[in-house]
């Protein structure tokens, strides 16, 4: 839901994308090992890279009537 509001208001709405979708995994790391170090960090970087590059590849397929 934040997504399409942020579409609106900022250049990069596939950062709020990522931070969201990948929210879930922060949430399981800490209840499953019930802490947060380094390696949830790193996993948190790469998820939201990914998710950042696929959101800006994909988001030059669409057309501008999308936006």
Same mark, same amino acid.
């Given at each position: 839901?934040?997504?399409?509001?942020? @579409?609106?208001?900022?250049?990069?709405?596939? %950062?709020?994308?990522?931070? /969201? /979708?990948?929210? =879930?995994? +922060? +949430?399981?790391?800490? %209840? +499953?090992?019930? *802490?947060?170090?380094?390696?949830?960090? %790193?996993?948190?970087? =790469? %998820?939201?890279?990914?998710?950042?590059?696929? =959101?800006?590849?994909? &988001? &030059?397929? &669409?057309? @501008? *009537?999308? &936006?």
């Amino acid at each position: 839901m934040i997504y399409p509001f942020m @579409k609106r208001i900022t250049y990069w709405p596939q %950062a709020w994308l990522s931070i /969201a /979708a990948n929210f =879930g995994a +922060v +949430v399981a790391w800490v %209840a +499953v090992t019930n *802490e947060f170090d380094l390696q949830l960090l %790193a996993l948190m970087t =790469g %998820a939201w890279a990914w998710t950042m590059h696929l =959101g800006r590849f994909t &988001s &030059s397929w &669409s057309s @501008k *009537e999308s &936006s």
